[in-house]
């Protein structure tokens, strides 16, 4: 028995992940038990969920799901104010020209190129983003 038989010594740890057929069943129940998942409402790792313990976890779930429609919620306003924005602008630029101010129209028309494609990238990020949440 030399070096080279793994079946027939104690195997270390290296040998035992290059060579899983020398593993006993034994050994296999050792390794799932040590890898067992636990639950995530279980915050001192004893692998039983307490009262105080769950309820500490849903409150922290439901402040989640606020805070995350809360979010949502903030995007989809300022989308909307961009998007109004960026329809307005144009008619911003006549009524500087109708009221008579003509530098007005000149700084507004200046930069127009700039804030269209600025207002056009936030909203473009924001339905991009909810085509990829849902999918």
């Not at 070096?3 to 010594?9: I, N």
């Not at 069943?25 to 995530?40: A, N, R, S, V």
């Not at 949502?72 to 909307?80: H, K």
């Amino acid at each position: 028995m030399g070096k080279g038989d793994l079946c027939c010594s104690t195997p270390t740890v290296d040998q035992r992940r290059k060579r899983k057929s020398c593993r006993t069943k034994q050994e296999t129940e050792k390794m799932t038990e040590e890898i067992k998942p636990h639950h995530p409402a279980d915050t001192n790792g004893d692998g039983k969920v307490t009262k105080a313990e769950e309820a500490m976890y849903l409150e922290f779930k439901r402040k989640e799901l606020e805070d995350a429609d809360a979010m949502r919620d903030a995007q989809r306003n300022m989308t909307w104010f961009a998007l109004f924005g960026l329809l307005l602008y144009p008619f911003a630029v006549v009524l500087a020209s109708l009221a008579g101010m003509e530098e007005a129209m000149k700084t507004l028309g200046s930069m127009a190129p700039t804030y269209f494609v600025a207002v056009a990238g936030i909203v473009a990020a924001f339905f991009t983003s909810q085509a990829m949440s849902k999918k």
